[in-house]
Structure formats: C-alpha cells, structure tokens
C-alpha cells in the first residue's frame, strides 16, 4: 500500500531509532515510566497530529497518525502506545469541547504542554462501560467527582484526564469532564509492573472528592457514554491496531534476519512457511489498518472497518509473535533478544479499545441487523483538509 506520509515516517522512525532504542534496556530492566521520552515526542507536536491546523495541531488526520504509532511501535511499542494514548485524550476536547476549552487546551496539547489522558475503565465493569461506579454529583455552581479509573493510558504522565463518571440512571446518566492532574482529591495508586508495554504508564487514577466547575464539563450532561465511545470507536481501535501493525513489522524483522543468519536452518520449508505466514498476515493487517484510516479521513461510514483493522492487527500479531518465537528456538528465550518483548507486548494490545471478543460481537451484531446501532465513524468523523496543506503545516 502506498505511503502517503513518507516525510513524517521517516522523521519518527530516526528520532526512535536515536533517541528510543537506547533507552529499551533501561526501561526492560527497570519498568520505570519512560516520563522524558515522551514529553520530547510531545514536544515534536505528535500528540497534535490530529489536532486542526487551527488549534495549533497538525490537522494531519487519522491516516497520518497511523503511519506515526505504526512507525514508532516498531521500535517501542510501549512509546507507540504512550503517544497513542495522549491522541486519543485530544478526541473528547476536538469532537465535544466548547470553543472555550478548545482553544484553552488543544494549542497547550499541540505544543506539547499537557498530556491529556481518557479515564474511562473501572476494575469491576471493564469494557462493560456502563457498569461504571464513579461518580459525579452537583455541587452549588460545579461538581464533586469520585471514584477510581483503571488502566488509564499515560496515567502517571498525563496533565490533564478525561474522566467519564455516572450522574444519572441508564445509557444517558454518563458525563464527561476535564480533571487537572494537580486538582485537590487527585491521586495515582503505586504503578504495578506489568507484563509488557515497559516504560508506558497505564495506571490507577483515584478521584476523591475532586471539585470541579461547570466549565470542565465536556459535552453535555448524559453524553458521557458518546465521549466514551467516540474516542476508543474513532481513535482508539485503529490506534491500538497501529502498535500492534509496529510490533508484527519488527518480529518480520527481526526473524528474518535472525534465520538469514543461520544457514542450518534457513532452508528448512517448515521455516520458511512460519516466515511466509508472518508477512501475509503482516500484509493483510496492513491493508486492513490503512484502510479504515483512509476511509475515516474520507469522513466515510467505517465503524466496522475500524473494528476488523483493531481485531485482525492484534491477532495477526499474536499470532506472528508464536510464529517468531517458534522459529528462534531456545534464543527466543533471551532476554538480551528482543523477541520475547515482542511476545509480552503482543498481549498487551489485545485488551485496550475492545478484546478481540467485543470486536466479534459487534461485528456479528452488525452482520444481524446493520441498523441497530448509530455509526460513530459517520457522527463524528469530519473529511481531512487536503494532504498537502497538512503536510506542508508539519515539515
Ligand atoms: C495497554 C492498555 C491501555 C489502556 N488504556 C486505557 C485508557 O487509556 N483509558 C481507559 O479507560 N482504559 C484503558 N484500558 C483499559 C481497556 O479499555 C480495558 O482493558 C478493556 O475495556 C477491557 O476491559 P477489561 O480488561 O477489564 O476486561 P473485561 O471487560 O473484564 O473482560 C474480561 C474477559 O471477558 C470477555 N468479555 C467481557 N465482556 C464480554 C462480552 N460482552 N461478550 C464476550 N466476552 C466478553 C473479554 O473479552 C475478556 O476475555 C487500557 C488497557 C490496556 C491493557
């Protein structure tokens, strides 16, 4: 598939070349949250790759921002996911923001500034999202939230949250508001170690008594759940595909040449179907991701383009990781080779948007009766300014 983001491409992949790979064994080793990475990606305005022109953003769109997760994945993709993570918080202020918050925020993210995060998912409701048991209630001229998000992206970096809280009964009681990291009642539990994704913070976010005034309110009263599904249904699946896309391209890499190295088993048929089968699925995941990414820059009906990009990119890697590991032998075993990195950060990005079950589900929801629900693809998704202005505006 042609690369319409070749400049960009190339800017990211010699700043993670430089600047990232040095730090993997850091942040392998320690699990520390790679805070100074990410800010320095910040302040490349990648974080405002969607973000309009007008706001001081790149107004490069969806396919641009795909190209940029994908690219810097396939070196890290804990940083492919830290990146992401702040994109999709620009998507609650971009889609549902007054002009007010929009102009306050989105220049501050565009530059690098603020971190914005979504906090959406609560230990017992998971991705039932309104099974949620935060709350906010109304309090003289602004609101009282409290409750703890889970699993928040960026969540011990992020300077400003995103938190969808229940204020009322049903599908209409969510809301959305803005919370500043440094707010009274705002805390983090300890981050735990994880699996993978190492050097990313995805964490515990603890709202107690936090006061917030009517002007954090994003959206309107009862949108919350819209918030919620506008930014993982627009932003999230096709970027949680892109880390898994940079993953998959980086186990190719790296399996082929750690065969091309080894004449003993190189010409081995069962050898070269896994490496066959790692590049198909690589290319089919490919073709699938950029896609609905372009479709979405069309402004297209694509909701179920972005939901089959997010499940064929993440099995696809799953499945690519096996095959790799399968094809090192014992040496895939190493922690000095980055295979089983890749293994550990394959799991990851199964979860995040939606496990592979829910993009299934909804998929054979549709296949049943295609006008159940609303296409938020269609609702919210607005036609990209021609390429070359938003090129011209990032180099
Ligand atoms: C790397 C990472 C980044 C994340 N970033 C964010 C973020 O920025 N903001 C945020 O709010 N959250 C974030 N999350 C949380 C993510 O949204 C949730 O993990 C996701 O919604 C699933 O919830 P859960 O993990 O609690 O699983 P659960 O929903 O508890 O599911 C557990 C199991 O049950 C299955 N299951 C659940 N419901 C159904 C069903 N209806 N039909 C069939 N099977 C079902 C699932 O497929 C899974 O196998 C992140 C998670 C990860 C791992």
């Not at 107004?59 to 190209?67: D, F, P, Q, R, S």
């Not at 000095?336 to 990005?349: H, I, K, Q, T």
Request: neutral net charge; charged residues 25%; proline residues 5%.
């Amino acid at each position: 598939m042609p690369d319409r983001h070749p400049e960009l491409r190339a800017a990211v992949r010699a700043f993670a070349e430089a600047e990232i790979a040095p730090r993997i064994p850091h942040m392998e080793a320690s699990g520390a949250i790679e805070d100074g990475l990410v800010r320095e990606m910040a302040r490349q305005g990648w974080i405002g790759v969607t973000i309009p022109a007008a706001y001081g953003g790149m107004g490069a769109g969806h396919e641009a921002k795909t190209a940029l997760v994908d690219e810097l994945s396939r070196v890290s993709a804990a940083m492919g996911a830290a990146v992401q993570a702040s994109i999709l918080g620009t998507a609650k202020i971009d889609h549902f923001g007054t002009e007010e918050q929009r102009e306050e925020w989105l220049p501050q993210v565009a530059d690098g500034s603020v971190l914005p995060t979504i906090a959406v998912t609560e230990a017992a409701s998971g991705g039932h999202v309104l099974g949620m048991a935060s709350t906010g209630r109304r309090k003289g001229r602004g609101w009282i939230l409290d409750g703890r998000k889970v699993f928040v992206g960026n969540s011990h970096i992020g300077g400003l949250h995103g938190v969808v809280v229940r204020t009322g009964d049903g599908a209409r009681g969510l809301t959305a508001f803005l919370v500043e990291h440094d707010r009274k009642g705002v805390s983090l539990a300890p981050h735990e170690p994880r699996v993978g994704l190492r050097g990313f913070s995805f964490g515990e976010l603890i709202l107690d008594g936090v006061r917030v005034p009517e002007s954090h309110r994003v959206g309107e009263v009862g949108e919350g759940l819209a918030v919620a599904y506008s930014s993982s249904v627009l932003y999230g699946r096709l970027n949680l595909a892109a880390v898994a896309l940079g993953i998959h391209r980086a186990v190719l890499g790296q399996t082929v040449d750690f065969v091309s190295g080894r004449p003993r088993i190189a010409g081995e048929g069962v050898v070269r179907d896994r490496l066959g089968q790692i590049a198909a699925d690589l290319r089919v995941a490919e073709l699938a991701v950029y896609h609905a990414a372009r479709r979405l820059d069309r402004a297209e009906p694509c909701d179920m383009d972005l939901i089959t990009a997010k499940l064929q990119a993440v099995e696809a890697v799953r499945r690519a990781t096996d095959l790799g590991m399968q094809t090192h032998g014992a040496a895939g075993l190493l922690t000095s080779m980055p295979m089983e990195r890749y293994l550990r950060d394959a799991l990851c990005v199964e979860p995040p948007a939606g496990t592979s079950d829910i993009q299934r589900h909804r998929l054979a929801e549709e296949a049943l009766d295609p006008s159940r629900h609303v296409q938020w693809s269609q609702r919210f998704a607005r036609p990209l300014t021609p390429p070359s202005v938003a090129l011209a505006h990032s180099a």
